[in-house]
């Protein structure tokens, strides 16, 4: 396995548990109905939670510095193909409410924290995604 | 324009230079071996540093090691 397909596993598994702890943590905050100054508690509790991110952020770069040049052009590519995924879910989000509901309807505040984080995860994982897919497909094709 | 294609004989090339193997000459590049693979298939197109470092690798020319095929331009 390559460099690119750890990166990819490594980052397919990290962000999936990550994003079902920050979703968790939101729905937690949202029954809790937390404003204001509240939220000054929960920030100190903010890097304890993050704290796995950022190793695994820094683990990525360090793996991410060891690629080639082929590997680069299939992580860009992939990065691409994240960018086209986000859109589609952020349009998919963002403008299903607004045909199905109408207008003139009001949505819960949570929804935009938890709109914010999955798009992070949704990104995170078409890019993982990608690239396993397209690492697959050149080991088929060998 | 026509189409370009790049062939290389970087697998006949491993084979008289004593037999080097994939992961050797990818070691010698500094490249994965899937992309030495890769290359050997046609279905990566190296950067220029890389092709010259392949070439120099085997101590030939860049186009000892690949050919450039157009229809416009011809075969060099």
Redesign the interface.
């Given at each position: 396995m390559?460099?690119l397909q750890k990166s990819a596993w490594f980052n397919l598994v990290g962000v999936t548990v990550l994003g079902m702890i920050g979703a968790a943590a939101i729905l937690f905050m949202a029954r809790m109905n937390t404003k204001g100054v509240e939220y000054v508690l929960i920030c100190i509790f903010v890097p304890v939670l993050a704290s796995p991110g950022l190793y695994i952020y820094c683990r990525k770069k360090s793996i991410e510095s060891r690629f080639?040049?082929?590997?680069r052009?299939i992580h860009s590519r992939s990065l691409m193909v994240a960018a086209f995924g986000l859109t589609i879910f952020l349009a998919c989000v963002c403008m299903l409410p607004f045909f199905v509901l109408g207008g003139q309807n009001v949505i819960k505040v949570y929804y935009l924290p938890l709109i914010f984080f999955s798009a992070l995860f949704i990104a995170q994982f078409v890019h993982s995604a990608a690239i396993l897919v397209m690492?697959a497909l050149?080991?088929d094709?060998? | 324009m026509g189409s370009d294609r790049l062939s290389n004989k970087v697998r006949r090339l491993r084979f008289d230079n004593g037999e080097l193997t994939q992961q050797q000459l990818a070691d010698k590049v500094g490249v994965t071996r899937q992309t030495i693979i890769a290359i050997e298939s046609g279905r990566y197109s190296p950067s220029l540093p890389l092709a010259f470092k392949l070439a120099r690798a085997f101590g030939v020319s860049i186009e000892d090691v690949f050919k450039f095929e157009n229809e416009h331009y011809g075969t060099k």
């Open positions: 390559s460099n080639d040049e082929r590997e052009v690492c050149e080991d094709d060998g | -």
